[in-house]
């Protein structure tokens, strides 16, 4: 998976083939589109995604929400979704489970397999990450070293800056690559989830570098910095 991911420049520079991993899974693999309801935020498609349920039924409308009967806005936690995760269901089905940092989930109370929780996802709800096995996050931090944040929100934006968030990206999109090679090749797993947050990221911060007809476009700086979306991707 690939949180919030543009999909017009996914097919765009898949064909062009500037993506080929990405052009061979268009081409080769089963894919549809999405679309959100409108009016509803853009923290309800995992949520779908997670449970197979409307956010009439799962819950799930926006990050904050009055709760029934009052006029006060709370957190809207991961452990307020209703619905059964999809992993869970085939859990409970003898079917081993490998979940690696699906946005907007909770730790599952027992797993046929193995779970990360916010351990590189943006906007983590759990801090510090969760795992179960309960011991899996020291292992992986033994192994491959501690979780790293995002710093989405706290580019220095300078040509110095943007190569420092870009390299922040990369860094952490190779962890979670080795983290899910290595948890790959220790089963025969029926199901292997993994979710990179970092192109949710670099569309937050570097839209404007990349789309010349943005309001914040800088030539200056774009002409500096090869364009980290498409660096990112």
Do not use: M
């Amino acid at each position: 998976g690939f949180d919030s991911l543009d999909k017009d420049l996914l097919l765009q520079w898949a064909e062009g083939g500037i993506l080929p991993t990405f052009r061979t899974l268009l081409h080769n693999a089963t894919y549809g589109l999405t679309a959100n309801p409108p009016g509803l935020y853009g923290g309800t498609v995992w949520p779908s995604f997670i449970t197979g349920l409307s956010p009439a039924r799962h819950g799930r409308f926006f990050r904050l929400q009055a709760p029934p009967g009052e006029y006060i806005a709370v957190d809207f936690l991961p452990s307020d979704l209703k619905g059964q995760p999809f992993w869970e269901t085939l859990s409970d089905a003898g079917r081993k489970v490998a979940i690696l940092d699906v946005p907007h989930s909770t730790l599952a109370p027992h797993l046929n397999g193995v779970q990360l929780v916010d351990w590189t996802a943006h906007d983590p709800s759990v801090e510090p990450a969760v795992s179960y096995p309960s011991g899996l996050i020291s292992e992986l931090t033994s192994t491959f070293g501690s979780q790293s944040r995002d710093h989405c929100d706290g580019v220095d934006p300078t040509p110095a800056g943007y190569r420092e968030f870009v390299c922040t990206l990369k860094a952490r999109i190779k962890k979670k690559l080795e983290v899910s090679l290595s948890l790959l090749q220790r089963e025969s797993w029926d199901l292997l989830v993994t979710v990179f947050g970092e192109s949710h990221c670099v569309g937050h911060q570097s839209w404007h570098l990349h789309d010349s007809s943005h309001p914040r476009h800088d030539p200056l700086l774009a002409g500096e910095l090869e364009d980290p979306i498409k660096e990112i991707y």
